[in-house]
């Protein structure tokens, strides 16, 4: 006899073994009493038949990334202006990611989900994730020059804990959905580096200089890459990609995260 774990994400649930209407609603409507779902932001139990990690309430409380942004980095920049200070007159020169964009602004609703997907073993959110992102896509008319998507890696022992790279779920769902190429072996981690949280923008900068490395430059020669990530705080860790990238030879390297840090 078919039993489920009782191991379940918040938001999910086990798959029916039938496919009657009636009886699927009844299973579902019995899920929801032995396992309500609850909002990964604000705790409040959700709709019965709600898909979404987020209550009504905290899926409106996001917020995209608005019209004024860094040109360079996509930093908020609530004053306007075409550049934030760190991205200012000649310092844009020096960076190998020339252009970083974010679907939506990192504030409490989000880094509920963000935490449970990362942290918590529930690798499922990667598809709202994802759809999120894509939403946002075409704004960005610098996304267009994309020719092939690259998660940022995580380094080899990480992953084996985590069980999965969560930036490489959201590429792969990106990839389906734009229909571009995806390259999960070309990039990888050198070393496990420390928390970034424990460094100002410096020595983040510094951290994650030579974390990375390429192992098959012909994949990239010539190549404008999109790296994709989770949250942009300094952008150091997507510099640091960037950094190997440009040095296999890719023709230009861009970043596209779920979300942004102001």
Same mark, same amino acid.
């Given at each position: 006899?078919?039993?489920?774990?009782?191991?379940?994400?918040?938001?999910?649930?086990?798959?029916? %073994?039938?496919?009657?209407?009636?009886?699927?609603?009844?299973?579902?409507?019995?899920?929801?009493?032995?396992?309500?779902?609850?909002?990964?932001?604000?705790?409040?139990?959700?709709?019965?038949?709600?898909?979404?990690?987020?209550?009504?309430?905290?899926?409106?409380?996001?917020?995209?990334?608005? %019209?004024?942004?860094?040109?360079?980095?996509?930093?908020?920049?609530?004053?306007?202006?075409?550049?934030?200070?760190?991205?200012?007159?000649?310092?844009?020169?020096?960076?190998?990611?020339?252009?970083?964009?974010?679907?939506?602004?990192?504030?409490?609703?989000?880094?509920?989900?963000?935490?449970?997907?990362?942290?918590?073993?529930?690798?499922?959110?990667?598809?709202?994730?994802?759809?999120?992102?894509?939403?946002?896509?075409?704004?960005?008319?610098?996304?267009?020059?994309?020719?092939?998507?690259?998660?940022?890696?995580?380094?080899?022992?990480?992953?084996?804990?985590?069980?999965?790279?969560?930036?490489?779920?959201?590429?792969?769902?990106?990839?389906?959905?734009?229909?571009?190429?995806?390259?999960?072996?070309?990039?990888?981690?050198?070393?496990?580096?420390?928390?970034?949280?424990?460094?100002?923008?410096?020595?983040?900068?510094?951290?994650?200089?030579?974390?990375?490395?390429?192992?098959?430059?012909?994949?990239?020669?010539?190549?404008?890459?999109?790296?994709?990530?989770?949250?942009?705080?300094?952008?150091?860790?997507?510099?640091?990609?960037?950094?190997?990238?440009?040095?296999?030879?890719?023709?230009?390297?861009?970043?596209?995260?779920?979300?942004?840090?102001?």
């Amino acid at each position: 006899m078919w039993k489920p774990k009782i191991t379940w994400p918040t938001t999910w649930r086990p798959t029916l %073994p039938f496919s009657s209407n009636s009886l699927r609603r009844a299973w579902d409507g019995l899920l929801y009493v032995l396992l309500p779902n609850t909002c990964y932001s604000c705790k409040r139990d959700l709709h019965w038949q709600a898909k979404e990690p987020l209550c009504p309430a905290c899926e409106t409380a996001v917020k995209t990334v608005g %019209p004024l942004y860094c040109l360079r980095c996509g930093k908020p920049l609530p004053d306007g202006g075409a550049h934030c200070y760190q991205c200012r007159g000649s310092k844009a020169d020096h960076f190998k990611c020339k252009i970083i964009r974010s679907a939506v602004v990192f504030g409490p609703q989000v880094r509920g989900v963000v935490h449970a997907f990362k942290y918590a073993d529930q690798p499922h959110l990667a598809g709202y994730l994802a759809q999120r992102m894509n939403k946002e896509w075409d704004k960005y008319v610098d996304l267009k020059e994309a020719e092939l998507l690259i998660p940022v890696p995580l380094y080899k022992k990480k992953h084996k804990q985590r069980g999965y790279n969560q930036s490489e779920l959201l590429a792969q769902q990106l990839a389906q959905m734009r229909g571009l190429p995806l390259d999960t072996q070309s990039l990888i981690r050198n070393r496990n580096t420390p928390s970034q949280t424990e460094f100002g923008r410096e020595g983040r900068l510094q951290n994650m200089s030579g974390a990375f490395s390429c192992v098959n430059p012909a994949a990239l020669k010539g190549k404008v890459v999109l790296l994709i990530d989770d949250v942009a705080t300094t952008g150091a860790t997507l510099e640091g990609c960037a950094e190997a990238l440009k040095a296999a030879g890719a023709k230009k390297v861009m970043a596209y995260t779920l979300a942004r840090e102001v």
